[in-house]
């Protein structure tokens, strides 16, 4: 079955870079996501990536990809106070009934 | 702007009344899905719909229905509520092909 599973916290200083790791099981997964929840709101997504693709870079983000360990991550250079929030992995197989899986989410904590 | 509207935001109900959470999205998506947030848990799927009068179980479904009378609603339906059902509810509308959720900001369910 499918299962997505992150650690629950990481704290970092300001400045510095986080890495918020992610392990899933169903080796079908098409696209990734990473989405970021700030406190008193939904979720938004920040980036995706699709599972052909080993690496993909964004401005401050980075994702890698190892479809053989099915490790996701998300490196977020210099980080900063606002980028505070919990961050989910989620893994889409396609079409039905399990259109996204989400992972417990990862809290991410900058401090000043 | 697209939109994924819930309503309401806040709830404090008793054991055994009935209640509705409203969701709408203005996006044309066919697939609409409610999740439920708790605590080291991660985002859990109670129901989705793949299109006007088709919906399905999700992971945890007791206690919930659902209708989906019109693309655009997809409201979730507490016959009896639980304590147990005290939690964080997100309605979602994603977008075809599965590249991205769109979440509406939340409805916290208390119980008692």
């Known amino acids: 079955g499918e299962d997505v599973e992150q650690s629950l916290f990481l704290s970092v200083r300001e400045g510095d870079s986080s890495v918020i790791n992610c392990t899933y099981t169903?080796?079908?997964?098409?696209?990734l996501y990473w989405y970021k929840q700030e406190p008193g709101a939904g979720l938004q997504l920040l980036t995706y990536i699709f599972s052909n693709m080993d690496m993909k870079q964004d401005q401050r983000l980075t994702v890698l990809l190892n479809k053989k360990d099915k490790h996701l991550s998300l490196r977020i250079a210099d980080t900063q106070t606002g980028d505070s929030a919990i961050y989910f992995c989620a893994e889409s197989i396609g079409t039905g009934r399990r259109a996204l899986t989400f992972g417990s989410g990862t809290r991410l904590q900058v401090q000043p | 702007e697209a939109q994924v509207t819930q309503n309401p935001r806040y709830l404090i109900t008793v054991t055994g009344k009935k209640l509705t959470v409203t969701c709408s999205q203005n996006m044309n998506h066919e697939y609409m899905s409610w999740y439920r947030q708790d605590p080291g848990l991660g985002l859990r799927q109670i129901y989705y719909s793949m299109n006007v009068e088709v919906t399905d179980k999700g992971d945890v479904p007791e206690g919930y229905k659902v209708s989906r009378k019109e693309k655009r609603n997809f409201p979730l339906i507490l016959e009896s509520p639980s304590p147990n059902q005290t939690s964080l509810y997100f309605c979602a509308s994603i977008s075809g092909g599965n590249t991205e959720a769109f979440f509406g900001q939340g409805t916290r369910l208390t119980v008692v």
């Open positions: 169903d080796s079908s997964s098409t696209y």
